[in-house]
């Protein structure tokens, strides 16, 4: 079938059936939030895969995240198209290069550092943990960005940096000792892999042939994010045969602290000469009001929206002690029964302030789901998987020991009894005990739920890993998800999770929390370059809502006996003015207006 009535083209508006069923190549697509970029993706790939124009085992579409080629792989196997096609991270794709190479030649597989803070403080023992981080993080920066210890002094200037060690050089020469140690102890980091890989690629012409013609057909989602260590591997990977769609939004460009360069995306054209470029303008996730709050955040025109209208989005103002009360009752009143708290989400510019909400919630009695921010490495029901299984051991078969395991323990296989659940969680190692199977415990039937949910996680990650590493060992895996082991449980409960972990997602209502001068912008950010790139953040967050948005600020915090005064965000205000004044809350969006006017008096004092 080749019709527009193909299954495979239904619901699909003409600019994005233009986008799926083109042949062009390069391709890319360049389109707003909530367009259908990552649909487009997966049905392009399941398409030409159905038409005949790609073999799907040849295909491989690269993200981000872990979290993210879990969701692309799902949305394949909703379209029948997932079990040949591969969906990874750059990371796992070039470690999985690397292995190859090595099976394939004769030599010991790649040893990657257990742990790169330890061999700082070896380096500088006398730094606290902080600096280790910032040492750490600054030197994925600069690997991001090709940028070697010599010539630090310089970039680093360039791009406004701040060195961990104060003086450039001084960072300088931490880096270049971080590099000489790896070297004689003959391990990569996480980023060497990606160097390595590329390497490989431009000076072996074989293997590159190989790996070329093992990843004819490449995919790209979230390219506005790609740094340009990831990018020369991208296009290493590119041979003459190769097919290449890339799909981004540059407004959406978050992870420029990090090492992305959004400048990639607006120059692709350069970059890959006759490339196509297409655009998408419609919104098909949120309300117009939900739209229109996004385009007052980026001082712009909102996206059309095909949504019905809902409301607008509401601004509650409250202090600091009350916070967590006033946010349970919002999400209380809007929990039907029968229906999942997981239409529910909750976002924040940070992590340390979801901890306090998440523990509060809880103690409210309201579920809430782990969040993509906490690794599967470190929770106890994982450790006892990890233990059962040695590391020279097939990963395929471990899988397949511990998924029976499960399926036994949890009773049915799918909704566990709890005397299955009491059996195989509570003691002992599982039917069989063939050494693949762990013992691990859990006392209530929620808690059971949610080891079940995180052990499954965890296999699946697995399961993606065999899909570019068929041979793979345990200790090959669990060393891959060293660099990105962020799951999200499977149970129901409201989602808690950063700005930046919510990219790509989205949920019927969310809630927007913590929006005070100091977090949004984050403190921080103080170039301007920064400071567009927290605006852009906000963004994302405010486009994650399909139905319903609402912005919660505190005028006060506390610290112990300390009170702080704070300031709503200025791109509350921004939203705020966009209201249409019938929403029947004047009494907060005047609240929005007086902190703030308080704000630019005391700063018109000050100077
Ligand atoms: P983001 O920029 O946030 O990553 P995106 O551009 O990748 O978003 P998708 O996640 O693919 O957008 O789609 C957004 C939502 O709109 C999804 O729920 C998707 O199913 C829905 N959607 C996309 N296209 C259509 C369409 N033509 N008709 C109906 N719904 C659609
Ligand atoms: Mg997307």
Redesign the pocket.
């Known amino acids: 079938m080749t019709g527009d009535d193909h299954p495979l083209l239904a619901?699909?508006?003409a600019e994005?059936r233009e986008a799926v069923t083109t042949r062009a190549s390069p391709l890319c697509l360049i389109?707003?939030?909530?367009?259908?970029?990552?649909?487009?993706?997966t049905r392009r790939i399941a398409w030409h895969a159905d038409q005949g124009h790609i073999d799907p085992r040849r295909t491989l579409a690269v993200t981000f995240t872990r979290r993210a080629a879990r969701e692309l792989r799902s949305r394949l196997r909703q379209l029948g198209a997932a079990g040949a096609v591969k969906a990874g991270t750059f990371h796992s794709v070039a470690l999985a290069q690397l292995r190859r190479h090595a099976a394939d030649s004769d030599r010991r597989p790649p040893q990657i550092l257990d742990n790169p803070a330890k061999l700082i403080a070896e380096l500088h023992p006398s730094s606290d943990r902080r600096t280790r981080n910032d040492i750490i993080a600054e030197i994925s920066w600069c690997r991001a960005r090709l940028v070697t210890a010599g010539d630090y002094p310089a970039a680093a200037k360039a791009a406004g940096r701040r060195a961990p060690l104060g003086r450039y050089e001084c960072f300088a020469g931490t880096f270049g000792d971080y590099q000489a140690a790896k070297r004689k102890r003959r391990v990569l980091d996480f980023d060497d892999v990606l160097a390595r890989a590329t390497e490989m690629m431009e000076s072996l012409p074989q293997h590159a042939a190989a790996q070329r013609w093992l990843h004819r057909h490449l995919l790209v989602?979230?390219f506005q994010d790609i740094n340009p260590l990831q990018f020369r591997l991208l296009k290493s990977w590119l041979g003459p045969d190769s097919t290449l769609l890339v799909?981004g939004?540059p407004d959406?460009a978050i992870y420029g602290w990090n090492g992305a360069d959004p400048k990639l995306i607006d120059s692709v054209a350069e970059h890959f000469p006759g490339c196509a470029v297409m655009h998408?303008r419609t919104?098909?996730?949120s309300t117009p009001e939900v739209l229109t709050a996004a385009g007052r955040v980026l001082g712009r025109a909102p996206q059309p929206a095909?949504r019905p209208p809902g409301g607008d989005p509401t601004i509650t103002v409250c202090d600091g002690a009350e916070e967590a009360e006033v946010l349970a009752r919002l999400i209380r009143r809007r929990h039907r029964p029968g229906s999942r708290w997981r239409r529910q989400a909750v976002l924040a510019r940070t992590n340390s302030q979801l901890e306090p909400l998440r523990q509060a919630l809880l103690q409210r009695n309201i579920p809430v789901v782990t969040t993509g921010e906490t690794g599967l490495l470190r929770r106890p029901e994982i450790a006892a998987v990890r233990e059962s299984w040695t590391d020279n051991a097939r990963l395929a078969s471990c899988v397949a020991d511990t998924r029976q395991w499960l399926q036994e323990a949890s009773g049915d296989g799918g909704g566990a009894s709890d005397d299955g659940h009491n059996a195989a969680f509570g003691i002992g190692n599982g039917p069989g005990s063939s050494g693949h199977t762990p013992a691990t415990r859990a006392d209530t039937p929620a808690a059971r739920a949610d080891v079940k949910a995180f052990i499954e996680a965890f296999l699946d990650f697995a399961e993606d890993h065999l899909s570019l590493d068929p041979d793979a060992t345990a200790g090959a895996f669990l060393t891959s998800l060293r660099a990105d082991d962020r799951a999200l449980g499977r149970g129901d409960g409201v989602d808690l999770t950063t700005f930046h972990g919510a990219?790509?997602?989205?949920w019927p209502i969310v809630y927007l929390v913590g929006l005070e001068d100091g977090y949004v912008p984050i403190h921080h950010a103080r170039t301007a370059e920064a400071r567009a790139e927290e605006r852009r953040l906000l963004h994302?967050a405010v486009?994650?809502a399909?139905q319903e948005l609402h912005l919660l600020w505190c005028d006060q915090r506390h610290n112990g006996d300390k009170t702080f005064l704070k300031a709503p965000s200025p791109w509350v205000e921004a939203i705020s003015e966009g209201f249409s004044g019938a929403t029947g809350q004047a009494d907060n969006v005047a609240a929005v207006g007086r902190a703030r006017e308080m704000l630019r008096a005391k700063r018109d004092e000050q100077r």
């Open positions: 619901g699909l508006s994005q389109a707003g939030a909530g367009s259908g970029k990552t649909r487009v993706l989602d979230e799909v939004d959406q998408m919104n098909f996730r095909v990219k790509g997602q989205e994302v486009t994650r399909q």
